[in-house]
C-alpha cells in the first residue's frame, strides 16, 4: 500500500503539473502568433498606404489623367504596376471605379484575360463590416476619405487589401498583400519559442518527479542511518554532476548532429582541428593554456547546438536553398547561444558554457563583417569561434554530402587561403597552414573509414554530382 501510494502521488505530480504548464504554453503561443499576425498586418497595411501614396505621386509627376487601357496613362500606370513590390508578396493592381472591373496588373502582358476580372467586386471584410470593394470606396468617399482597407478573397487566397480612389480618374488604385505570407512571418518567430517551451516543460516536470522521489526517499530514511546516507549522497551527488555536465554537452551536440544524417564523424573532427590549431597558436597566445585546448576540444562540439530549432523541411534539404531558408538557416547561431545562455542562467557563471556559448553564436562570423549574426569583424569576434570558424568550414570542404563530393585537402588548402584576411583570422589561417598535414591525416583516415563503410553496405554506388569549391563554400557557410 505504501508503494502504490507514492507513485499515485508521484503520477499525479507529473499529470497535473505537465497539464497546466502545456495548457499555458498552447494557449500563451496561440495568442503570441495572434497578436505578431494583427501586428503584422497592421504595418503591412501602413506599409501598403505607403506605396500607393507613392504611386499617386508618380502618376501626378508624370501628368496623365487617362487610364484607359492603349493611353499614354495606362502604359505609365501599367509600368508601374510591374516595378512596384510590396513585402508579403505585395502587388499593385488598379480597377475602373464604375465597373470594378481590372484594368491594370502585374502579369497583364502574359495573360491579357486577367481583364475579364471583377476584383472590384469582391466582398472585403474591414472591422465588422462586409460589403464590395466599390461600395467601401462609395461610402469611403462619402465620409471624406479616399483609402479604404481590409481582407478580401481572390483566387482562394486571403488578402490585405489597400484601396486609393482616384476620382477623377475612374480608377482606383489596389495594393494587395498575402495574408499566408504574414501569418507564417508571425509563425516563424514563435514555432521556435514554442519548442524551446516543450523542451523546457519536459525539464521542470521531469526534474521536479525526480526531485518529489529523491524527497520522499530520504523522508523514510532512518534517523539512525541519515548521517552515514547523507555523506554518501554528497559525494554522488558530486560526481553525478560531472558526469551529468559531461553527458549533457555530448547529447546537446550529438542531438544537433543526428538531425543530419550525412556529418558522419563530425564533431570528433572538429575536436581534432580545433587541438591542433589552439596548440598552434598557444605559441602566441598567452591565454591558450592547457585548460583552454581541453575546453576548446569540448565546447567545439555545441557549435551547432542550435540546429535542434531549425525546421527538417530546411536542415535536411538535398538542394540549393531558397534566401528565406538560408535566414532560417542562420537562426540556429541565435538558437544555440540562447539554449546555453539559458543553462548559464540556471547554473549560474561558468567558463565552460561561456565558452561554448561565444562558439555557438559567432562561429560564422567573418574576419572583414561580412558573416552572421552580429556581422562582428575582426578582434571583435571570440579567439574560441575564429578557431572553430576554419575547423567547421575545413570538414564541410572535404567531407561528402548528398550535394556534392569532397573537396581534396590541396583545394580546401588553397580555398581558405585565399580567405586570409577576409572570412578568417590570419593568425588561424597560419596556424592552419603551419600544420595542414596534420588535418590531411585526419581527413583521409575519415575518408578511407567511410570508403570501406560504403563498400561494405552497398556495392553499387550512384556517383554524386561533381561541385566546385565556390559551391562547396557557399554551402558550408550556412
Known sequence: MR???REFLLILLVLSQFGCIALGLVWGASWLHTWLTRSFEQRAQAESRAVAQQTVVQLTRARVSSFEPGTRGWEVLQELAT??????DGQLWAIRRDTGALIVHPGLRHDPSLLRRLPGLVTMVSGSKAETLLQAIE????EGRHTVAGNIYLDGKLKVVTAIDLPESNVVLLVLQDYDRIS???AELVDPAQRIGWIFTFAVVGGSSLLTVVLINRYEDTLAQSNVELESQVESRTKSLLRTRNAVIFALAKLAESRDKDTGDHLERIRAY???LANEMARSHKEINHKFVADLAVASSLHDVGKVGIPDSVLLKPERLTAAEHRAMQLHTLLGAECLASIQKQLGDDDFLELARQIALSHHEHWDGAGYPNNLQGQQIPLPARIVALADVYDALTSTRPYKRPCSHAEAREWIATRYGSQFDPEVVEAFMARDKEFAAISQR??????ETTDAAEPQVQALPA??????AATSQT
Open 3 to 5: 508503494i502504490k501510494r
Open 83 to 88: 516595378r512596384t513590390t510590396a513585402t508579403y
Open 139 to 142: 461610402d469611403a468617399e462619402f
Open 184 to 186: 507564417q512571418a508571425a
Open 274 to 276: 580545433v587541438t591542433i
Open 446 to 451: 575519415h575518408a578511407r573509414t567511410l570508403d
Open 467 to 472: 561541385t566546385d569549391p565556390a559551391e562547396t
